[in-house]
């Protein structure tokens, strides 16, 4: 596991993170040897409560107004000065392409002022490599990556190094549980909200009887993945009591069903992966989900199972390294700047940027 330390280890490499890509500004320090010595992350979520969703604009405006506070007090809580870094690594897609420019900006003239790599990050391999650096996992790995933005699994190769073996065909699993929420009138993010109220559901079996939910894409022999369907079958339920405010109750119900579903077909779509993933690489590998919907426990305990099932090993990151955070992109940056993978200062922010294209990016 990463150890949460203030001290640094001489001749060890360091890395300045920063993240970016949508509504949290954040920085932090992380030392090759998996030390995280600093994780800053300012959320705005105050900012956009009242638009139910991230405005990209308001977004951008905070990333200026804190970042170069939150950059300074990263590296002072490290314990180092700015020259100690090896290296500065910066989210530069995917995501929301005003706030990726800033941290990418930010970090470009902080490599050219200070002479060290610049580290341009794929905001998904970021999310990718985090269980390497948690718990030191080894490749080749089977990677479920689910978020607000996607849902696919991948052979994880080797860094920069990735095989697309599904996605979504529609919704990601987090947009799924945004919308549903939203349905439901819980706050954003809904993928939360929805894990806390399935926690008050008094009879999960009479839930699922009382809001029979899709499996979607259940049998199918490939593993991809679908929610839009489920999404839908939540308003269906919703609009049925009658148009009213939903109570406590069919609220919990309805949030554990659709947890439920949710969990039921990440695993069984994931299984399908499983046996893909074998039949080229063999047994004794392990089986690692990452990204914000990771931290779901029902999820979590459903991949568990199938890969106890499947004799494979199961990581997935502590639930505060599971949402966007700046550790990521810094060990990011480190397993980059080890195998001599730096970036040149020209290169551009992304607002999409497929994993499986790293393996043709292009590197100084």
Known sequence: MAHYS????????????????????????????RAILSNLLLSQFSEHKAFGGVVPEIAARSHVRHLDRLIGAAVEQAGIGFQDLDGIAATCGPGLIGGV???????????????????????????????????DVAFPYLLLLVSGGHTQVLAAEGVGRYRLLGGTLDDALGECFDKAGK??????????????????????????????????????????????????????????????????????????????????????????????????????????????????RAIRAALEALAAGHGMAFHAPPVALCGDNAAMVAWAGIE????????????PARPRWPLEEERNRQVS
């Open 101 to 135: 420019m800033v941290g990418m900006m930010a970090a470009k003239a902080m490599a050219a002022a200070l002479k060290k790599p610049f580290i341009g990050v794929n905001h998904l391999e970021a999310h990718a490599l985090t269980p390497r650096l948690t718990n």
């Open 183 to 296: 349905l439901m009138g819980l706050p954003h993010p809904g993928g939360p909200q929805i894990e806390k109220m399935a926690e008050r559901c008094a009879d999960g079996a009479a839930a699922l009887a009382r809001f029979p939910l899709p499996r979607p894409m259940a049998g199918r022999h490939d593993p991809v993945f679908s929610f839009s369907g489920l999404k839908t079958a939540v308003r269906t339920h919703a609009e049925r009591l009658e148009g009213e405010t939903l109570a406590i109750r069919d609220v919990a119900d309805l949030s554990f069903a659709l947890q439920a579903a949710a969990a039921e077909t990440v695993a069984e779509r994931c299984a399908k992966a499983v046996d893909l993933f074998k039949e080229t690489y063999g047994s004794g590998h392990a089986l690692v989900v990452s990204g914000g919907v990771a931290a779901n």
């Open 336 to 347: 980059r700047l080890r195998l001599g993978l730096t970036d040149p200062l020209n290169m």
């Open 6 to 33: 203030r001290l640094t280890t001489h001749g060890s490499q360091l890395v300045l993170g920063i993240e970016t890509s949508c509504d949290e500004t954040a920085a932090a320090v992380v030392s090759g040897e």
